[in-house]
Antibody
């Protein structure tokens, strides 16, 4: 069965960095676009970034553009999110999510991990 | 960016009754390649990640009970739960996947009356 397991979250000071990871299994990871979506405590869902199946295309929300970098290693079935210059408003649970469509077709998110919590605080 | 606006923000419905949640997009989300609206509905229970219920505005995801249905066209969409059960208590989100940035509605909290 499809599994997505995030890691790398923690408590970090403003301006610092973290690298989040998402280990995927149970499907052909290299065939699907992958997303990061975050949720601040008690708030709604906010889409963060998308990487194409082959890593050639990346898309970001305006709120993280220039500070966050999405990447993937298809040989390790792992998705990453490098989060730099963290701000208090980046405090959230970060979910990785699989795109339902294959290749360069993008659809909804049919599988989600349990998330990793990032707390930005001095 | 496409703004997704849900109504109401919260809703209390009796067990066995119908629950209706609305979602409005600020512009068309019609995929011209298949003439379908790029609209999804998710259910999120406390402490859990979201769960995909509906995509292409009205296609039920595999394993989702048939009491959940989606409808709508243009810029107005609806999620209907036909016979509310206790396990349906959750926050429901609509999302457009027509373009990036993907955007979600603010969520609708569904409770039992």
């Amino acid at each position: 069965q499809v599994q997505l397991v995030e890691s790398g979250g923690g408590v970090v000071q403003p301006g610092k960095s973290l690298r989040l990871s998402c280990a995927a299994s149970g499907f052909t990871f290299s065939g699907y676009g992958m997303h990061w979506v975050r949720q601040a405590p008690g708030r709604g869902l906010e889409w963060v970034a998308l990487m194409s199946y082959d890593g050639n295309y990346k898309y970001y929300s305006d709120s993280v553009k220039g500070r966050f970098t999405i990447s993937r290693d298809n040989s390790k079935n792992t998705l990453y999110l490098q989060v730099d210059s963290l701000r208090t408003e980046d405090t959230a649970v970060y979910y990785c999510a699989k795109d339902k469509s294959r290749g360069y077709n993008y659809g909804p998110n049919d599988y989600w991990g349990q998330g990793t919590l990032v707390i930005v605080s001095s | 960016d496409i703004v997704m606006t849900q109504s109401p923000d919260s809703l209390a419905v009796s067990l066995g009754e119908r629950a209706t949640i609305n979602c409005k997009s600020s512009q068309t989300i019609l995929d011209s390649s298949n003439n379908k609206n790029s609209l999804a509905w998710y259910q999120q229970k406390p402490g859990q990640p979201p769960n995909l219920l509906i995509f292409w505005a009205s296609t039920r995801e595999s394993g989702v009970p048939d009491r959940f249905s989606g409808s709508g066209s243009g810029t107005d969409f609806t999620l209907t739960i036909s016979r509310l059960q206790a396990e349906d208590v959750a926050v429901y989100y609509c999302q457009q996947y027509y373009t990036t940035p993907r955007t979600f509605g603010q969520g609708t909290k569904l409770e039992i009356k």
